[in-house]
C-alpha cells in the first residue's frame, strides 16, 4: 500500500498515512481514523490537503557497491562478448554468448 502524506491547516500538523490509492482522505477526522490516532483539540470536520512529495530512491552509483550487494554488471564490449565488471573469484571476466562456461555463476550470487 502507498504511503501519502496530509497537512491540516488548522493545526499545521503533517501526517504520514498508508491506504489504499482508492481512498480519499478530506477531513481530520477521517485522517486521525485511518492512522488510529486521537483527534485531539482539532475540529474532526477540519479539511486536510494531500501533500504531493517526490520519492526517495536509493541506488548503488558504482561498481563496487553493485558487487558487495551481490549484483552483476555486464557491459557489451563487442559482438556477443561481455565484460563482467563484478566478478569473484573463478569467474571469467569476459562473458563469451558462445561459450557457456564463461557465464557468471548466478547460483552462488542468488540466494533465498
Not at 18 to 45: F, R, V
Not at 77 to 105: C, H, I, M, W
Amino acid at each position: 500500500m502507498p504511503n501519502y502524506d496530509y497537512r491540516c491547516p488548522a493545526n499545521g500538523q503533517v501526517i504520514e498515512v498508508y491506504h489504499s490509492i482508492h481512498q480519499k482522505i478530506a477531513t481530520w477526522g477521517e485522517l486521525c481514523a485511518t492512522n488510529e490516532m486521537p483527534i485531539g483539540n482539532t475540529p474532526e470536520d477540519a479539511p486536510v490537503e494531500k501533500v504531493l512529495t517526490a520519492p526517495g530512491l536509493n541506488f548503488p552509483k558504482t561498481t563496487s557497491a553493485l558487487k558487495n550487494m551481490g549484483f552483476t554488471k555486464l557491459v557489451k564490449r563487442d559482438k556477443g562478448v561481455y565484460e563482467n565488471l563484478t566478478a569473484t573469484g573463478n569467474e571469467s571476466r569476459y562473458v563469451n554468448a558462445d561459450q557457456p562456461n564463461t557465464f557468471p555463476d548466478f547460483k552462488k550470487k542468488i540466494a533465498d
